[in-house]
């Protein structure tokens, strides 16, 4: 059974860059038919896709926040990473890891794995 | 790229049945039928409910269904129970290689 778990420091300072990592236990990150990404939700609000990169390095980001956010992948550690840059308040929230099926898998194009999410809050 | 539109909050008595809607743009939900459905509950993470518009992840209960007219998607619980009670978040597709979701909507069982 595939599980998945964020970590990284939970309070950032503002302009600083947040950095936070997700391990892949109980399956290949390497697999492939998957594409690996982040998500957040601010407090009492709705989810926000940041962005997601398949095995093969390839990276798809939220156009609102591209300038912003690197996704990388390291499958040696069989974890991928989110850095965002330029923190500001607005990026307070809980960031989630997720797995997301692409056409060959079933479920598809659907998160069908999520890590338990991880508290950031940016802060002078 | 805008948020679906869901609506805040719906309710209804144990029993009955609910439809959330969510509403999008030709460019996410009215053009791909690949919109997925996910419940949370309160301090939890989110888990799949629907996908592919309707389609039901092994292990759902049937009770939960999907479907899509034009721009709008909807999710309906049927049958509804005190454990439905939850948060539901739509998202779609959204061409680019990208997705969008929606605000969420706060399921009340009364």
Same mark, same amino acid.
């Given at each position: 059974?595939?599980? =998945?778990?964020?970590?990284? !420091?939970?309070?950032?300072? !503002?302009?600083?860059?947040?950095? =936070?990592? @997700? #391990?892949?236990?109980?399956?290949?990150?390497?697999?492939?038919?998957?594409?690996?990404?982040?998500?957040?939700?601010?407090?009492?609000?709705?989810?926000?896709?940041?962005?997601?990169?398949?095995t093969?390095?390839?990276? %798809?980001? %939220? !156009?609102?926040?591209?300038?912003?956010? #690197?996704?990388?992948?390291?499958t040696?550690? %069989?974890? *991928?990473? =989110?850095?965002?840059?330029?923190?500001?308040?607005?990026?307070?929230?809980?960031?989630? @890891?997720?797995?997301?099926?692409?056409?060959?898998?079933?479920?598809?194009?659907a *998160?069908?794995?999520?890590?338990?999410?991880?508290?950031? #809050?940016?802060?002078? | &790229?805008?948020?679906?539109?869901?609506?805040?909050?719906?309710?209804?008595?144990?029993?009955?049945?609910i439809?959330?809607?969510?509403?999008?743009?030709?460019?996410?939900? +009215?053009?791909? /039928?690949?919109?997925?459905?996910? &419940?949370?509950?309160?301090?939890?993470?989110?888990?799949?409910m629907?996908?592919?518009?309707?389609?039901?992840?092994?292990?759902?209960? /049937?009770?939960?269904?999907?479907?899509?007219?034009? /721009?709008?998607?909807?999710?309906?619980?049927?049958?509804?129970?005190?454990?439905?009670?939850?948060?539901?978040?739509?998202?779609?597709?959204? +061409?680019?290689?990208?997705?969008?979701? +929606?605000?969420?909507?706060?399921?009340?069982?009364?």
């Amino acid at each position: 059974q595939v599980q =998945l778990q964020e970590s990284g !420091p939970g309070l950032e300072k !503002p302009s600083q860059t947040l950095s =936070l990592s @997700c #391990t892949v236990s109980g399956g290949s990150i390497s697999s492939g038919g998957y594409y690996w990404s982040w998500i957040r939700q601010p407090a009492g609000k709705g989810l926000e896709w940041i962005g997601r990169i398949y095995t093969s390095g390839s990276t %798809n980001y %939220n !156009p609102s926040l591209k300038s912003r956010v #690197t996704i990388s992948v390291d499958t040696s550690k %069989n974890q *991928f990473s =989110l850095k965002l840059s330029s923190v500001t308040a607005a990026d307070t929230a809980v960031y989630y @890891c997720a797995r997301y099926g692409s056409h060959t898998v079933d479920p598809d194009r659907a *998160f069908d794995i999520w890590g338990q999410g991880t508290m950031v #809050t940016v802060s002078s | &790229q805008s948020a679906l539109t869901q609506p805040a909050s719906v309710s209804g008595s144990p029993g009955q049945s609910i439809t959330i809607s969510c509403t999008g743009t030709s460019s996410d939900v +009215g053009g791909y /039928n690949y919109v997925s459905w996910y &419940q949370q509950h309160p301090g939890k993470a989110p888990k799949l409910m629907i996908y592919d518009v309707s389609k039901r992840p092994s292990g759902v209960s /049937n009770r939960f269904s999907g479907s899509k007219s034009g /721009n709008t998607a909807s999710l309906t619980i049927s049958g509804l129970q005190a454990e439905d009670e939850a948060d539901y978040h739509c998202c779609s597709y959204a +061409g680019s290689s990208t997705l969008v979701f +929606g605000g969420g909507t706060k399921l009340t069982v009364l």
